[in-house]
Structures are given as C-alpha cells and as structure tokens.
C-alpha cells in the first residue's frame, strides 16, 4: 500500500520569543525521517493570517504537494539548522518522546550570542546535525541571523512590501512539518505531514528591518 502522510508534530506553541514542538510517536520510523522548519516574513499582521488560511486550504485539496506549494508558490525559506536544511531524527529515536525548542530571545534582545538556538529536550536523542545548535536565516550567505543587525534589506527573504513594509516592521511566521520517505516498489518520494504553524499570542514574532 502506499503510504501518503505523516502524523503531525503535536503541541506547537509560542511563548513569547520561544517555540516548541513534541514529537509525534504514532509515525512509522520506517518512513518518518525527521522535521523541516519553514520561516517567512510579512509586512502586516494581516497578511500573516491571510496565508495561515492559504496554507490551511491548500492543505486540504491537496496535501502531497504542501512541501513544495509553501517553498515554491509561497515563499517559504527552510530554517537552516547549522549548516542544514533539516533535522533528522536517529532512527532508533523516532518513537521516542521529546521536544524541540527554537528560541529567538538572543536575536530579538540582542544578547550574545546573537543567533537563534535550536534544543532538544531529551540530550540521548540523536539527530542530525546534534542539538543544540544555531539556526539561521537560508538567503546563500553564511551566518545571517534573526538579530538586528542582520535584519536588513537587500536579501531574497526581505523585500519591500512583499516582506516588510515602508517603516521597516517585518512579521516572521514559522512552520514545522514532519517528512520521510515513501518506498513504494522501485519508487522512492519524500512524503510531508500537514504542517502546523506555533499557537502563541501573537502567532508571529515582530521585528525590524534596518534600511
């Protein structure tokens, strides 16, 4: 039979600069392979919800291809973690309970280190890369960060009016799916879970972009 979903990543939420996730213990190790975090800036609230229900009903006409519809037709950058566009569960921990935090406090306040930090609740579950680890912002330049100091224009993700606006107030929507691998035959596709956006008051994280 074909497999064509993954469960999705439980308990996303937002308390004030931090995010978490828990990882769901129903997907099959033998195709789950790990998490893709997803970013993208706005230039209003507005249109922060306006694609939460893009997102949402694209989703439900048609899911196999939410992946590529959100880093295609929307927009949507991969979070690199460290040097990667993934993170990958170790196989023998796939079923196992824990949590993934993602914490901008450094970037917004302005702390040293000034990077995003990417954790894992449970330090015995291997993943690739190991955890914790820096996140950063995927424009093909090494080390752009979410601090201020990176926040400028003249990158793919921060265009005027498309992903801020003309004060320089910029909102960062994150995303977090699972994915792995379907074997069907001879046949190998990547397969995606319903991705899910982190429930916080507000939903989003405001920044602002230095012009």
């Given amino acids: 039979d074909e497999y064509t979903y993954l469960y999705s990543q439980i308990n996303t939420s937002k308390t004030g ?39 949402t009903s694209r989703y439900t006409s048609s899911p196999t291809t939410i992946y590529q519809y959100m880093t295609g037709d929307l927009g949507f950058k991969d979070l690199k973690i460290g040097t990667s566009d993934d993170l990958k569960i170790d196989f023998a921990n796939r079923p196992d309970p824990f949590t993934i935090q993602i914490d901008f406090t450094n970037a917004v306040l302005g702390y040293d280190p000034k990077n995003v930090i990417v954790s894992i609740s449970d330090l015995a579950v291997s993943t690739t890369p190991g955890l914790p680890e820096n996140a ?28 801020y606006s003309i004060t320089g107030d910029t909102y960062l929507l994150l995303y977090v799916l699972a994915y792995g691998q379907n074997i069907s035959g001879s046949t190998f596709s990547e397969v995606y879970s319903e991705p ?7 939903n989003y994280l405001s920044l602002t972009v230095d012009q």
Avoid: C, H
């Fill in 196 to 202: 899910k956006y982190f429930i916080g008051t507000p």
């Fill in 17 to 55: 600069y931090i995010y978490t996730f828990d990882n769901n213990q129903l997907n099959d190790p033998a195709v789950f392979i790990g998490y893709k975090l997803l970013y993208k800036f706005f230039p209003s609230t507005i249109k922060v919800d306006e694609e939460i229900s893009n997102v």
């Fill in 136 to 163: 950063f912002r995927n424009v093909g330049q090494i080390g752009i960060g979410f601090s201020n100091e990176d926040m400028v224009f003249g990158y793919s993700d921060l265009v005027l009016e498309d992903n």
